[in-house]
């Protein structure tokens, strides 16, 4: 079980919003691929429905080994 | 069909083809029988369909295989030594890489990569970077 302090389970109707994630779920849709939305007032995307998951945010990984 | 070649057949098809595979073979054959007569090897055409068939009857059971049974990732749980063991070494050789990276490459359960990368982190033997825009 992962500790609290790296997992969260927002109520509903909460956004979450991310710069990269991703979701590991049991089934996703892709809706109206065609018929792009607007994320913002400069972004488009498309809509995806998720079936229980999680999402991960990720981050870029480095090694500070000196070569 | 001879019967050496039916009985071959019938060892590797234990189903219906699908209509797609009758036509791969179809063609081959035909591809092969023309192949035979311009060259005049009537003799050989027989032993060639055997060989031939099976191959390509072999490479599209292969095929369906691959398409009918997706693999599934078993993402399992190792001691977290081990675990923070491979994900250093994997991290030294991919500079750079995302979380999900970690996760899906060393099929480790996406709870103990977090918190190895999170104690490697506090150890200084990474540097996590967030994505920003």
Known sequence: MTPKS??????????????????????????????????????????????IGYILIERKWFSTKKK | MSSSRKSGFEEYVSYRPTPEM??????????????????????????????????????????????TEPKIVTLEKIPMEEAIKRIEEYIDLHQGCLTSDIIYDLALDPDLVIQALKKLEKDKSVRGENIDS
Do not use: M
């Open chain 2, 22 to 67: 009758l036509a791969k073979i179809q063609e081959t054959v035909k591809e092969i029988v023309e192949e035979c007569v311009d060259k005049k090897l009537e003799k050989a055409l027989s032993k060639l369909l055997d060989e031939k068939l099976e191959k390509v009857i072999q490479k599209l059971l292969e095929e369906k295989e691959k398409k």
């Open chain 1, 6 to 51: 790296f997992s969260i389970s927002p109520d509903p109707d909460t956004k979450v919003n991310f710069r990269a994630a991703t979701a590991h779920v049991r089934d996703a849709e892709i809706y109206n691929h065609d018929k792009p939305i607007y994320l913002s007032s400069r972004h488009r995307g498309i809509r995806v429905k998720l079936d």
